[in-house]
């Protein structure tokens, strides 16, 4: 494969000292495309893979038969090679996959030009074994009682344009949301040039001051009861304010204290410590073909406080791209996993390696959408516009093509034969298709077209006076 060659596979494998120290009949090199092959092969197990990944290796690398490695080979091989080469694979794949010229990845005119990312959290089920009960805790509770599986927690940040991947990490159950885009920003995955999108499970002072300090603009919805002065009115009905420091002492604080109690900080200390923000407020109005239309309101904060440069307007229209890293997680978790189904691997070690060669695989197809879109033969078009099954497809047959150049371009034409996506306005429930509650949700707001209308509201002072 063009995006993963043999080279770069040798290079990681290398660099993290996994190379086989004698002849084995599943060497580093085949056991890490193994790992892959099995993203590419949803309900496939070991042994169908390893059959379709030797097709390839005897008809195109060998003129004799290889024998077929058993599946206890394959675990074995898989626990030689560990997690550390697919995650450092990982690091060597992650980036927008932006060309010149790609539409809908900048956002705002050529003087801002910030590249939209989103960021968001999901979870995945693993093996119910005691050593992945012991590593990733008992399966959580429910409303209608104990989980089935137990589960790891995973935040992608992801390029709203391609929804290729610029960071991964994840953890336990244990470990918040909040816990884990702390560690994106510590990873360096944050910067100037980028317009953060994030909803309001991250709109605490730690999270929007700590994503600030790296350079890199916010938008987040923030709750209605909080409380932002209005400091400035702007004359789009945006209006600047403060985003409150958090009134509980920071660990530092607390570790110079020396376990003496500290006293919480009053508002106006708050205040003076926290973050210049612009408050944008508005309403959007759903009018579906069946059912009543609806109304929700909506309130942004963000560190672009020029209304010149970002009005308020475009403010409110660019919040909507978050749900691009939904769409991303629907390609993972539904479209390259499979809905409803587990990682395989029974412990730790097995499940970390298994995640990132789903992150790798994830990434691979979306950088060979961005490419596809670009060199469309018409014109560049929105990646948004080429279907993720499509290309995972495409990219699945080849497994049993000879690795040559040229082949991501067949991938390519093979994509440009499909009909191009137009996204329609509809609407429906994010419950899960088949339950009660999707059944509930449907009543209330059956599936239809939809119309959407944005409303901007003037600053409180304005609707007071």
Not at 239 to 268: C, F, I, N, T
């Amino acid at each position: 494969m063009e995006i993963v060659p043999p080279d770069l596979v040798d290079q990681v494998i290398d660099a993290c000292g996994s190379r086989e120290a004698r002849k084995r009949a599943l060497p580093a090199r085949v056991t890490l495309y193994f790992v892959l092959t099995m993203w590419l092969c949803p309900g496939f197990g070991y042994g169908e893979v390893l059959r379709v990944l030797f097709h390839q290796l005897t008809r195109h690398l060998s003129s004799r038969r290889r024998p077929i490695p058993s599946v206890s080979a394959a675990v074995q091989a898989r626990r030689r090679l560990g997690r550390a080469p697919l995650k450092a694979l990982l690091r060597r794949l992650l980036g927008s996959a932006e060309k010149p010229h790609t539409p809908g990845m900048r956002a705002f005119d050529r003087e801002l030009a910030l590249l939209k990312v989103a960021a968001d959290g999901t979870r995945l089920d693993v093996a119910d074994t005691p050593a992945n009960r012991a590593a990733f805790g008992d399966p959580p509770h429910g409303r209608i009682g104990p989980g089935r599986y137990p589960q790891v927690r995973l935040l992608m940040l992801i390029a709203c344009g391609t929804r290729a991947l610029l960071d991964a990490v994840w953890g336990t159950l244990r470990v918040g949301e909040p816990r884990l885009l702390d560690k994106l920003v510590w990873t360096g995955a944050f910067g100037p040039g980028m317009l953060v999108l994030i909803d309001r499970y991250f709109s605490g002072y730690p999270q929007a001051a700590r994503i600030a300090a790296t350079g890199a603009d916010v938008i987040v919805r923030v709750q209605y009861h909080r409380r932002l002065p209005v400091l400035t009115e702007l004359a789009d009905g945006s209006y600047l304010s403060v985003l409150p420091h958090s009134d509980q002492p920071s660990k530092a604080e607390r570790d110079r204290a020396a376990g003496r109690p500290l006293p919480r900080r009053g508002l106006r200390a708050r205040q003076a410590l926290g973050i210049r923000v612009r408050v944008v407020e508005y309403a959007v109005t759903v009018i579906p073909e069946i059912g009543e239309a609806r109304t929700e309101n909506y309130r942004l904060i963000t560190t672009l406080l020029d209304p010149a440069t970002a009005p308020a307007t475009q403010i409110a229209q660019l919040y909507a791209e978050r749900w691009e890293s939904e769409t991303g997680y629907a390609d993972a978790k539904t479209y390259l996993r499979g809905p409803q189904k587990i990682l395989r691997s029974k412990d730790p070690n097995g499940v970390a390696q298994e995640l990132y060669a789903l992150l790798i695989v994830y990434q691979v197809v979306q950088i060979a959408r961005a490419r596809a879109a670009h060199a469309h033969p018409d014109q560049p078009i929105d990646p948004d516009r080429i279907s993720f099954t499509v290309v995972l497809r495409a990219l699945a047959r080849t497994i049993s093509e000879p690795p040559r150049h040229g082949l991501l371009r067949e991938v390519s034409h093979e994509v440009w034969n499909q009909p191009l996506l137009t996204r329609r306005p509809r609407s429906k429930p994010r419950e899960r298709k088949g339950t009660a509650a999707y059944a509930r949700a449907c009543e209330r707001h059956p599936p239809s077209n939809v119309v959407y209308k944005l409303t901007m509201r003037a600053s409180p002072t304005t609707r007071a006076g």
